[in-house]
């Protein structure tokens, strides 16, 4: 049966159907917000907007009581990486770390603690006579252990590091600092993934330490193309040798030295007619890209990449 919005039926797995029902509707209004965002003016704005603001809150309902399965969660991340991917343009070689970065979007398991913990400061915050707060006491008295106080549990142990949640003495405050601490050492572990991904460590790495959106982004090829090099997926020849492992690397422009990004938008002779006479050197880079307050090297970027895709597939034929 249904209740409040969640369904429930009997049995140990009592959230099993309202699980399904999540991803259906997570999966549904994945197909339907692109639908609406590939033929817009914008489709990598209006897709992290509705995705954040009408698919998150439909998948998240009572979120803070209700305990998903790993694999749901994963699923529903799953789900957010790929309208993120296809928003910015990406293709099999895109790591789902940078998808995240260029979206700044949290994850769902991020999202679940924040939900979690949070509730967890309104029940000890609340008045005594309330009946939640004396089922909430009577189960943690009595040792009782559900599926909800096993992950309050769980999460408290993952993100009690230096807390100080538990010095406020307000809801609000509470919940500040939750949100506050969990955002961080989720912030955290996304860098340190970021640092180990092998396409992610030369550049992205490097120039790109929080998760933010990128305004550069419109979702027209071009864009495809500069996201491309800023996230180490660009199909150069050395990251085709890095996937399939029988591609020669050598640049089929010049046949002077491997191909990769760096090659491309600076050394390159073939491309020397559409590259600025600032772009000299690897300092560069991160202008180049986009990386940064101020950056406006990226419209020249794009006239780099567009140029050698044509002159690639001329050389390939």
Same mark, same amino acid.
């Given at each position: 049966y249904?209740?409040?919005?969640?369904?429930?039926?009997?049995?140990?797995?009592?959230?099993?159907?309202?699980?399904?029902n999540?991803?259906?509707?997570?999966?549904?209004?994945?197909?339907?917000l692109?639908?609406?965002?590939k033929?817009?003016y914008?489709?990598?704005t209006?897709?992290?907007?509705?995705?954040?603001?009408?698919?998150?809150?439909?998948?998240?309902?009572?979120?803070?009581a209700?305990?998903f399965?790993?694999?749901?969660?994963?699923?529903?991340?799953r789900?957010?990486?790929?309208?993120?991917?296809? &928003? /910015?343009?990406?293709?099999?070689?895109? $790591?789902? @770390?940078?998808v995240?970065?260029?979206? %700044?979007?949290?994850?769902?398991? #991020?999202?679940?603690?924040?939900?979690?913990?949070?509730?967890?400061?309104?029940?000890?915050h609340?008045?005594?006579?309330?009946?939640?707060?004396?089922?909430?006491?009577?189960?943690?008295y009595?040792s009782?252990?559900?599926?909800?106080?096993?992950?309050?549990?769980?999460?408290?142990?993952?993100?009690?590091?230096?807390?100080?949640?538990?010095?406020?003495?307000?809801?609000?405050?509470?919940?500040?600092?939750?949100?506050?601490?969990?955002?961080?050492?989720?912030?955290?572990?996304?860098?340190?993934?970021?640092?180990?991904?092998?396409?992610?460590?030369?550049?992205?790495?490097?120039?790109?330490?929080?998760?933010?959106?990128?305004?550069?982004?419109?979702?027209?090829?071009k864009?495809?193309?500069?996201?491309?090099a800023?996230?180490? &997926? /660009?199909?150069?020849n050395?990251?085709? $040798?890095? @996937?399939?492992?029988?591609?020669?690397? %050598?640049?089929?422009?010049?046949? #002077?030295?491997?191909?990769?990004v760096l090659?491309?938008?600076?050394?390159?002779?073939?491309?020397?007619?559409c590259?600025p006479?600032?772009a000299?050197?690897?300092?560069?880079?991160p202008?180049?890209?986009?990386?940064?307050?101020?950056?406006h090297?990226?419209?020249?970027?794009?006239?780099?990449?567009?140029?050698w895709?044509?002159?690639?597939?001329?050389?390939?034929?």
């Amino acid at each position: 049966y249904r209740y409040l919005g969640v369904t429930l039926q009997e049995g140990p797995q009592y959230l099993k159907q309202h699980e399904r029902n999540t991803l259906k509707s997570s999966n549904i209004r994945r197909g339907h917000l692109w639908n609406m965002a590939k033929y817009s003016y914008n489709p990598y704005t209006l897709a992290r907007a509705l995705w954040k603001s009408v698919a998150v809150p439909a998948v998240t309902y009572a979120n803070d009581a209700v305990v998903f399965q790993q694999t749901t969660l994963k699923t529903l991340h799953r789900h957010q990486v790929e309208i993120g991917s296809w &928003a /910015l343009g990406g293709n099999g070689a895109t $790591a789902n @770390l940078a998808v995240t970065g260029e979206m %700044a979007w949290s994850t769902f398991k #991020q999202r679940d603690a924040r939900a979690k913990l949070g509730y967890l400061g309104c029940l000890i915050h609340m008045p005594d006579e309330a009946y939640t707060k004396r089922t909430f006491h009577y189960v943690r008295y009595r040792s009782s252990r559900t599926n909800w106080s096993n992950t309050i549990a769980r999460l408290d142990s993952v993100y009690s590091k230096g807390t100080r949640r538990h010095e406020a003495t307000l809801e609000k405050g509470w919940f500040k600092a939750v949100t506050e601490e969990v955002n961080a050492i989720e912030l955290e572990a996304w860098r340190q993934a970021v640092r180990k991904k092998q396409s992610l460590q030369s550049i992205y790495a490097l120039h790109k330490s929080e998760l933010s959106p990128c305004t550069h982004y419109r979702g027209d090829h071009k864009i495809t193309l500069l996201f491309q090099a800023r996230v180490g &997926a /660009l199909m150069t020849n050395c990251r085709r $040798a890095q @996937l399939f492992g029988d591609t020669d690397t %050598a640049c089929p422009l010049c046949g #002077q030295s491997s191909e990769d990004v760096l090659h491309v938008l600076l050394w390159c002779p073939a491309l020397d007619h559409c590259r600025p006479p600032w772009a000299t050197s690897e300092e560069r880079i991160p202008e180049m890209l986009g990386f940064g307050e101020g950056a406006h090297g990226s419209l020249a970027t794009k006239r780099i990449l567009v140029e050698w895709e044509r002159l690639r597939v001329i050389a390939n034929q």
